[in-house]
């Protein structure tokens, strides 16, 4: 049976997901790229999965989706993961990254992050 999440991240065709902690600088400049994009993209689901949570599903999402550090993103298409980075990034790129998920479907790379992984549909 699937959980509430995989529900909910089923639902729309993207999902953005955020795993981040209270207090932590970078996770909260994430969040402000997200307030900011957000908007642009109406066909996409924003999430926020406070990690290191004594809330016991958080903790098994993140122990499903091998969340060791924040802020991790990760990108679900029809819930299947698409793309994940790890690291706070500018609304500029992360733009970027959701038209490319858009469009193509897959989070690549860009230069100067701290890690990104393609994943291929």
């Not at 993103?73 to 029809?78: C, E, T």
Request: aromatic content about 12%.
């Amino acid at each position: 049976m699937p959980s509430e999440f995989d529900r909910v991240i089923g639902q729309k065709n993207i999902n953005y997901v955020l795993f981040g902690i209270r207090n932590c600088k970078p996770c909260e400049i994430l969040k402000q790229s997200i307030y900011i994009v957000r908007e642009n993209f109406p066909n996409i689901g924003f999430w926020y999965v406070p990690s290191r949570s004594i809330n016991y599903e958080a903790a098994q999402l993140e122990k499903k989706y091998r969340v060791k550090y924040v802020p991790r993103s990760i990108l679900f298409r029809g819930g299947v993961e698409i793309g994940r980075f790890l690291s706070h990034v500018s609304p500029e790129t992360l733009s970027e990254y959701l038209n490319e998920a858009a469009l193509m479907g897959v989070l690549s790379p860009k230069p100067g992050d701290v890690e990104a992984i393609l994943i291929t549909p």
